[in-house]
């Protein structure tokens, strides 16, 4: 039942013991030791939860999660006027590689987080492109659910597949709206890539679209001039906060959009609350899940929050699901899609998807 948050790996004194004769630091990081334990219990013969077993036979069977044909991960670009190459179709020379996950494109109700990316991407000019069918899960949901084995073969498909696109096609930099992919590619493949010689490292910079946004923003290639006029808080998505450490970035970008009030929760950065869905607790424990988000509803009601700003897929889903749960008047969006439509990346208003359920066929599965 554990959501691998590893917020008991910041709390924890043992983790952080420092003596002038022992000196250690994280010196036992909780998230991957439940980690470990689970492929373990695998190797064992114990048997996965139901739910578990679905992804898993979906991720097998299509290379993603959501029991969705290969082809479905390029749907959220169909009749989009984007200059973004596909390279599921054709493989051609690109800077930037927009690597979407599988959650956001194949929900319809998440789309907008891949197509708000993109619209960025547009806007300032760089050429980029994404695989389409071509890209595979990044293999976060077999990481976390002890299959140790599937997730490394997904990790060498996945490596060897960007390192062609960097030594072939020019790839410069990886980005990805997803907190999950962004920690599974730029910190679990780094680390198999230490002890498993036949998985080398990616080449190209993995980088998280916020990172990435201000990135821009420094170098004057983006600014922000739409505004909005509602009050805001930031969702800290356990895999790019305390596993990754990202956690100023974020609020740095959302408090640069204009007519945005700002506040964070009681629980934030390190000391967040989980969203409640991560380390397969989602599909394992859908009941769980469900209490933990609308726990962190109250929360972002408590301040007076009119809209939970996030910047991971999975979270946004289902904090979304919490919020309909509990019936709240909460409103959930992503991070890039205040940037896109405040940049003029896009002209659409904001949609207003507090009142949305989750539409993705298969189970419901693990950051």
């Not at 909780?30 to 036979?57: I, S, V, Y």
């Not at 959501?66 to 670009?77: D, L």
């Not at 498909?157 to 696109?165: A, F, G, H």
Request: with cysteine; net charge negative.
């Amino acid at each position: 039942m554990c959501t691998t948050c590893n917020a008991c790996t910041e709390v924890c004194h043992s983790t952080h013991t420092e003596t002038q004769s022992w000196p250690i630091t994280r010196v036992n990081d909780r998230a991957n030791t439940f980690e470990n334990l689970r492929a373990d219990l695998m190797e064992m013969g114990f048997a996965h939860l139901e739910g578990h077993r679905m992804l898993l036979g979906s991720l097998s069977n299509y290379d993603n999660p959501w029991g969705q044909p290969r082809r479905a991960k390029a749907n959220w670009a169909r009749k989009k006027n984007l200059s973004g190459k596909n390279l599921g179709k054709k493989m051609e020379n690109i800077d930037v590689l927009l690597f979407h996950g599988c959650t956001a494109p194949l929900d319809q109700t998440l789309q907008d987080v891949v197509l708000a990316t993109a619209q960025l991407l547009d806007k300032v000019g760089v050429n980029w492109g994404y695989l389409g069918e071509k890209e595979i899960c990044c293999g976060s949901i077999a990481m976390r659910t002890g299959e140790q084995g599937v997730f490394k073969s997904i990790a060498k498909r996945n490596v060897e597949l960007l390192n062609d696109l960097y030594d072939n096609y020019g790839l410069k930099t990886i980005v990805t709206s997803c907190a999950g992919c962004f920690k599974t590619m730029f910190q679990d493949y780094d680390e198999l890539s230490e002890y498993e010689d036949d998985v080398p490292k990616i080449k190209a910079e993995i980088i998280h679209t916020s990172i990435y946004a201000k990135r821009l923003l420094e170098e004057g290639k983006l600014s922000f001039g739409n505004g909005f006029k509602f009050k805001a808080t930031y969702h800290d998505p356990c895999h790019l906060g305390r596993h990754c450490h990202v956690y100023e970035t974020p609020r740095e970008m959302l408090q640069s959009i204009p007519g945005v009030t700002f506040e964070d929760m009681e629980r934030n950065r390190k000391y967040s609350l989980c969203c409640g869905c991560g380390g397969g607790v989602k599909s394992g424990y859908p009941d769980l899940a469900q209490s933990i988000g609308i726990e962190r509803i109250h929360e972002a009601e408590g301040i007076g929050a009119e809209y939970i700003v996030t910047t991971c897929p999975f979270c946004e889903q289902n904090i979304r699901d919490a919020i309909k749960g509990s019936s709240s008047e909460l409103k959930v969006v992503d991070l890039v899609q205040l940037m896109a439509v405040s940049s003029g990346a896009r002209e659409d208003d904001l949609v207003p998807i507090g009142d949305a359920v989750s539409t993705q066929k298969g189970p419901k599965g693990a950051c």
